[in-house]
Nanobody
């Protein structure tokens, strides 16, 4: 009932910046929190950041200081601004949604996008 499309991934040089976008459609009235996850080859899926309808945010400790999650004045579009990118940031980045507003709870995400590849060269 919710469709998510990520965009903005690509190949960037270490130290560069990239902004990912996630557009939601369908029954968007059920969305109270949107988040970003990533998965690198050979590793488990990792939580990145989340933002709720009240614009409260939560970041994984390893992402703080370089990544910023934000939203437009609607719950249908979120962004992930990534600065000072490092090769270890290389991963597929996924957008997801959930029906509660507890941003620090990284479980209970209901819908997932297909992901967008981010590759950072050294």
């Amino acid at each position: 009932q919710v469709q998510l499309v990520e965009s903005g991934g690509g190949l960037v040089q270490a130290g560069g910046s990239l902004r990912l976008s996630c557009a939601a459609s369908g029954r968007t009235f059920s969305i109270y929190t949107m988040g970003w996850f990533r998965q690198a080859p050979g590793k488990e899926r990792e939580f990145v950041a989340a933002i709720n309808w009240g614009s409260s945010t939560y970041y994984a400790d390893s992402m703080k200081g370089r990544f910023t999650i934000s939203r437009v004045n609607a719950k249908t579009m979120v962004y992930l601004q990534m600065n000072s990118l490092k090769p270890e940031d290389t991963a597929v980045y996924y957008c997801a949604t959930k029906r509660d507003t507890v941003v620090a709870a990284i479980g209970n995400y209901d819908y997932w996008g297909q992901g967008t590849q981010v590759t950072v060269s050294s």
